[in-house]
């Protein structure tokens, strides 16, 4: 359902309704809730019905009338071209475009509001790696301008993915030129037996863009590896960072006595409490072993690629 309130809005703009027609095989549950949370806004229903094809009445639009349970539409030329039209036929609804775009940025777990930086652009927040995502409603209306507040708004990293339903070539050769990730919405945003029927992949989102691996933020102590965070002590991250400065280096492998200089204690006990507070997020043993790999006879290194760590601050 959201897909398809996205892909109108990329075809008809901000002001696009949604036929009664067209809504009536999402009608339930979840299409309620959606109008409960003003994502869908129902309007007064329809009054006038398009003219036959190619009639010559000369009429703009013939009126619906009520007729029983049931309304009707008259050609005033050709009886048989009468439509009848159940009640459900005649409803509108309005997307109501900042609801939509907020639970969106809800089911993301985007820590601030959404906030519309250029018309029907929207930044949804900041994923883990640090890379701003944003969503765009017609993709093809985006100029260069656009692109620079992207960027401009990505300032910790620089580093930015949009979300869209459609794309124009030239839009998309734009958004290459900037280094600016492009992800389809039907990737990211899928179907879900929740409350509003969708949930935001992220996942998804992460191998659409190809987003670092490890995600390093030093002020706090913390990383983030397959989907999870790690704070570590401040008496044990100096360790972590020896690992990551050798990992960034011509030779990948810490050994002993360069961990142990950090505190003095035997680099064996310093990567145990390691791989002990890795596990004490959620990581297995052998998830925690394969992170901080021990290479015998040599010392320990990060068993992630120097290519596929960020590092934040």
Known sequence: ?????????????DEAVLSGSMARPYFGPVFNRLLKARVLVEQTPLEDWDICNGCECGMFARPITPEGDRFRADCPLDAARDIILERDEIRVFEVGVPNLISEIATAGGFDDPPAEITKGLWRLGEAISGRGIYLALNLQLLDRSSLIAIIRQSYKTG??????????SVATQWLQEAGIDQVKASVVIK??????GFEFDLEALD????????????????IEWHG??????????????????????RDRIASGPFLESTTGREAKDL???????????????????????????????????????????
């Open 271 to 313: 990567v145990r409490e390691l791989r002990d507070q890795i596990k004490a997020a959620g990581f297995s043993d052998g998830e925690s072993k394969s992170l901080i790999e021990l290479v015998r006879s040599r010392g320990y290194r990060l068993g992630v690629d120097a290519v596929n760590i960020l590092v934040i601050g």
């Open 207 to 222: 191998m659409a863009t190809g987003a670092p691996e490890l995600v390093v933020r030093p002020n706090v102590a913390q």
């Open 191 to 196: 179907p879900a037996n929740n409350r509003l």
């Open 1 to 13: 359902m959201i897909t398809t309130l996205l892909t109108l809005l990329s075809e008809a703009g």
């Open 228 to 249: 999870r965070s790690v704070t570590f002590s401040h008496q044990i991250f100096p360790v972590f960072q020896r690992l990551l400065e050798k990992t960034m280096s």
């Open 159 to 168: 580093r930015a993915a949009i979300i869209t339903q459609n794309a124009s």
